[in-house]
């Protein structure tokens, strides 16, 4: 159950990020001719848990991985004929379609974290508060992103939105967090979804109007 209003602007959000076959070039001064796929192997080689037979790609930290799409359905309230009405809209970073020199890493989180630091939407993620929140930042720091507005926190949790207080705040919904208890395990996940009458609201609203790429939220 929601403590607040749902938000005029909601963004249900996903990353997808991939190890950093160039920031391991650097790292292990590998030669200019070395595969992205050769660069990734010394990654997981290099990680504690790696085992060529029962662990080969081993979860790496997030520094030393690369975010190569954000996909983002919004959901926001809007006025037609007079009426005020829900319309959905499928977005995705970087744009579709898109040539492969398009994936900008550094350019997707800038133009992502400008869009939380200017409109302010509630976010609504999936263990988003342990691994997509937390790349979004590492690897932000990595690129040198600029995003003023959206590191914004309050001083006290019900003096505004904080996006880096899930626990606290509902500018950022974890679904994990809030099925499980904060467990993490997609078993505990699950329980009780039924008995949450919030997420239903959020996601199937009386009168809307779906739509993929309408009216994308644009800079």
Aim: proline share 7%; aromatic share 10%.
């Amino acid at each position: 159950m929601l403590k607040s209003p749902i938000h005029d602007l909601v963004l249900f959000f996903d990353l997808e990020w991939v190890p950093d076959a160039r920031g391991a070039m650097r790292l292990f001064e590998l030669a200019d001719d070395t595969t992205e796929v050769e660069a990734m192997q010394r990654l997981w080689e290099h990680c504690p848990q790696y085992n060529a037979e029962t662990n080969p790609r081993p979860f790496l930290k997030y520094m030393f991985s690369r975010v190569v799409s954000i996909a983002f359905l919004s959901r926001k309230m809007v006025f037609r004929d007079g009426e005020k009405t829900v319309e959905f809209s499928l977005n995705s970073l970087p744009k579709l379609p898109f040539a492969e020199e398009d994936v900008d890493e550094a350019a997707i989180i800038d133009r992502f974290l400008y869009i939380l630091g200017d409109r302010c939407p509630q976010l609504v993620g999936y263990n988003s508060a342990e691994s997509d929140l937390q790349v979004l930042i590492q690897r932000g720091m990595i690129n040198e992103v600029h995003a003023p507005d959206f590191c914004k926190r309050p001083n006290k949790p019900w003096e505004g939105p904080d996006y880096f207080d899930s626990r606290n705040s509902e500018a950022h919904l974890d679904i994990l967090k809030r099925f499980s208890g904060g467990a993490m395990s997609d078993t505990n996940a699950y329980a009780g979804v039924n008995d949450a009458p919030a997420i239903p609201e959020i996601a199937r609203p009386r009168n809307s109007q779906a739509s993929v790429g309408a009216k994308p939220i644009t800079r």
